[in-house]
């Protein structure tokens, strides 16, 4: 069996050839795979072994051409057991550890005070230092909570690329959502090592123009709706000196922030020495709050957390907390789900397994790549991105070229991913529609889930996919919700 990540040095090389312009050297980009004394090994392992199984269920491609007409060609409406690989989302999916398994008996469900949610705080706190933690059930209640006291008609949010869930939320509470990240992040193929940075400029300008009008300034690492890109440090202090200079509030979506962390030790000039724990101490250090998604960078399967400093805002968010989620020690949360996120906050920023994780996405888009796939590179962290626009260059982007892409990689292998394009983003708040910025295909990779033959087995997918890629047609949607309409719309091939 080839190795996961293993096997060729030489993509490695190349890779960081091609990132030679920028910060990175080779001596860097091999510390990723050193330990200090010992020889370098071309394969990486997972870091873990497995100790309990799921079964997965084969199907036929005919089985699954009509489960996905049943599902009005929308991959959110498939029934999980007839997906064999599921890339949907990497959120609330990974595998827990023993030692989390084990935290949760130790978890105390008292209503009010309980020591769950101290370990919890504590381990937050040890990493991001923020004055008050606010449990809740996923990011998104985080952000309803914030966006409830900050958001409204008139008001105006910038980040370089906001959530899905979190542009809900700011566009349901009638504020407007701007994205402003560098034009390299809106490039598939720039080979930026932070292509989810801000772009500086636009935040000033846009900070000078609007004013009073901006209740805060957001900022999410990595960019997940940008191709999972990573954000540099530098970059992180730049939008806080100007969201500072500006009287703004800074607040981080830090649903990912040990992947960014990586990211920065791999590619930032004078990170490469340090700790994970300590980059990430700085990154939240210049905040003055954030909102998390446990189930992402936390190995929770289900959590969250809204993070401030403001002593006010604080008082008003736990006031909304109390009416939405429950009590300020518990949030939307189980106290065995508040000690297995404080484990999982303490095994997320362990070297060995950023190293495989990130290196894992890494061996799929070089695979990927050579076979003329276009991936957006270099390499994010969570997810493969697949670029559809330019794949499937004679789909319309309003005919959805990437949900396509999607529905026919599960027609093919079982494996489902997500459109991230017109279909997600291109409705705006007046009803109208207009192409994303992009039109890709993410396919998730769930925490320490998957093995190596299951990324061989999504190559080979990829393999037929190219042989049909000129036969697949575009999509109407035909029926559709208000807002966030990709999680339930119905389409229809055209
Ligand atoms: C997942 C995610 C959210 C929302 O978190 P949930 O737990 O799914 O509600 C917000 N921002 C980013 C960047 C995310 O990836």
Not at 197 to 215: A, C, Q, R, W, Y
Not at 264 to 293: H, L, N, P, Y
Not at 295 to 315: P, Q, S, T, V, Y
Not at 442 to 454: D, F, K
């Amino acid at each position: 069996m080839r190795n996961l990540m293993g096997a060729e040095r030489g993509s490695h090389n190349a890779a960081t050839a091609a990132l030679a312009p920028f910060v990175l050297s080779v001596v860097t980009w091999r510390r990723g795979h050193l330990k200090t004394g010992e020889a370098l090994m071309k394969t990486i392992i997972e870091p873990f072994r497995i100790k309990s199984v799921e079964p997965i269920r084969l199907t036929t491609r005919a089985e699954r051409e009509a489960r996905l007409k049943a599902a009005h060609y929308n991959l959110f409406g498939l029934k999980s057991d007839d997906v064999l690989i599921d890339l949907l989302t990497d959120s609330g999916t990974g595998a827990m550890s023993a030692a989390q398994w084990a935290a949760m008996m130790r978890g105390d469900e008292s209503y009010a005070g309980s020591p769950s949610f101290d370990r919890f705080e504590a381990a937050v706190q040890n990493l991001m230092p923020f004055k008050h933690i606010l449990p809740t059930h996923q990011g998104r209640a985080a952000e309803a909570i914030l966006f409830s006291i900050l958001g409204g008609v008139g008001k105006n949010i910038p980040s370089n690329t906001h959530f899905d869930t979190t542009r809900g939320n700011i566009e349901g509470s009638g504020a407007l959502a701007f994205d402003l990240v560098i034009d390299e992040g809106k490039d598939s193929q720039s080979l930026h090592p932070f292509k989810g940075n801000m772009d500086l400029e636009k935040l000033e300008t846009f900070l000078i123009e609007h004013g009073d009008s901006v209740p805060c300034v957001m900022h999410t690492i990595t960019n997940n709706a940008g191709g999972g890109q990573p954000v540099s440090l530098e970059n992180i202090r730049a939008v806080a000196a100007l969201a500072k200079a500006h009287g703004r509030p800074f607040i981080i979506d830090g649903c990912r922030f040990a992947e960014n962390a990586w990211f920065i030790k791999q590619r930032e000039a004078g990170q490469g020495e340090r700790s994970i724990t300590d980059i990430v101490r700085d990154c939240f250090a210049v905040a003055d709050g954030m909102t998390m998604s446990a189930k992402k960078d936390a190995f929770g399967n289900i959590g969250g957390w809204l993070a401030l400093n403001d002593d006010e805002l604080a008082d008003d968010a736990r006031v909304r907390l109390i009416q939405t989620e429950g009590f300020v020690t518990y949030g939307g949360l189980a106290g065995r789900d508040l000690d297995a996120i404080a484990q999982g906050l303490t095994e997320i920023v362990d070297e060995d397994y950023l190293r495989y994780r990130i290196g894992t996405n890494q061996y799929i888009i070089d695979r990927l790549d050579a076979m003329g796939v276009p991936v957006v590179k270099p390499a994010g962290g969570h997810a493969v991105f697949v670029d559809a626009r330019a794949w499937l260059p004679h789909i319309d982007p309003l005919a959805y070229p990437a949900q396509a892409l999607a529905n026919r990689l599960y027609e093919i292998g079982g494996i489902r991913g997500v459109e991230i394009g017109s279909l997600m983003f291109g409705r705006q708040p007046d009803g109208s529609e207009k192409p994303a910025a992009m039109e890709l295909v993410r396919l998730a990779i769930p925490r320490r889930t998957y093995t190596q033959s299951h990324a061989d087995y999504m190559i080979e997918a990829f393999e037929q996919l190219q042989a049909e890629k000129d036969s697949l047609k575009g999509l109407k949607v035909v029926k559709e919700p208000r807002l966030m309409r990709h999680f339930t719309c119905q389409l229809r091939p055209l």
